[in-house]
Each structure stands twice: as structure tokens, then as C-alpha cells.
């Protein structure tokens, strides 16, 4: 399966098409949601992982990636495209939605469908990122509740923040708490993440 990086969520309507800034595509986490996947495939001390790494954007490492997911969720592909048959199912309701506006002329209508239409490849690419984006995490969780980690190091980088952001979701949502800081070690700022695993 392939992803590229699509770009900002678009915001779309009967005026025109703009994109919201600070809501970047799920694509340019992926180098990071990586690097904390192949740090935890090293051994490291009993209930601990220390990891500090130089992080590697090549475009390699998304397909590298997407095997390390596979092997955790198998039947990803299909998982995907049945995900973005619902999300594609959406936009045709949207489409509907929009029709049956009584608020909007015909022309304004025409506007927005057509412009909805212009957006659709876009949109379409961006869910896919998304869902594998929530699927690259849902693999780190499980890898660290594989490993019973207590504690992950890294260097801190806005882009680790939201992968270890999500991740705390995640596994909150079963039951397992985690937190994240902001620490200076040694005069470089870095990130701890904790679990409440034993």
C-alpha cells in the first residue's frame, strides 16, 4: 500500500477551498511513529527503554513502517480500504446534505459539490493516512505491552510529542495509564514516557 504526504485539512464550502494551518496530514508523523517502533525492537533493561537516536525522514522508512504494522494487524490492507469505503460513503452523504440545503441557490449548490469534488482525491488520501497513522500506534502499544515498558526516552521533537500524545490515548482506552514530560538530561531536552505497566 502506498502513502504520500497530501497535505493541510482542506476547509471547503460554496466560497472557495482553503486549508487550515496546524492541521498538517498524519503523513509527516510517520518517520517519527517509526523511529519509536525500531527502538523498541532492541533489547534493552528490565522495565525500561532508553533510547536516543538521530532521526532518519528517508522515504524508506514508511515502507519499513508499514511491515512492522503488518505484522501486528495482519489484514491492515483490508482494514483500510474497508475504513475508507465508510469514509467514501460519507463524502456521498455530504454530497446529499448539501443538495437539500434550502439555505444555498442552486448556483451556490453547484459551487460546493464542485468543489467537493475538486477535494475529493485529497481528502480521500488524507483518511488513509489517518487510519494508518491510528493503526502505526495502535502498533506501538501493543509492542510496549508485549515488553511490559515502563519507560521511553527520547529526544524531544514537537512530532514525538503528538505520536506519544496519541499513544497515551490509546492506551488509555485500555486501561493503562502513561504520561509525558519535558526533562532536561545532560542540557538536552527530551521526553519521558511512562506506563503504569509492571
Known sequence: ???????????????GITFKQG?????VYFPY??????????????????????????????????KIVEKYFPNIEKSIEDKLKRYKEHL???????NSRPNLSDIEKNIFLTNLDLMKN?????????????????TIAEVI?????????I??????????????????SEKITSNIKALYFDTKLELKFTTSLS
Do not use: C
Open 155 to 172: 529526544p524531544y521533537h514537537n512530532k514525538f510529542w503528538h505520536v506519544l500524545n496519541t499513544l497515551q490515548g490509546i492506551l488509555s
Open 23 to 27: 492541521k498538517d496530514d498524519k503523513f
Open 33 to 66: 511513529v517509526y523511529e519509536i517502533l525500531n527502538s523498541l525492537n532492541h533489547e534493552y533493561t528490565t522495565n525500561k527503554n532508553r533510547y536516543s537516536n538521530s532521526i532518519n525522514l528517508e522515504n524508506a522508512s514508511i515502507d519499513k513502517l508499514y
Open 145 to 153: 505491552k508485549e515488553k511490559r515498558i515502563k519507560e521511553l526516552d
Open 92 to 98: 456521498e452523504e455530504e454530497r446529499e446534505d448539501i
Open 122 to 138: 485529497y481528502r480521500i488520501n488524507r483518511a488513509k493516512n489517518k487510519i494508518f497513522y491510528y493503526f502505526a500506534i495502535a
Open 1 to 15: 500500500m502506498k502513502f504520500e504526504y497530501v497535505g493541510y485539512r482542506p476547509i471547503i464550502s460554496h466560497h
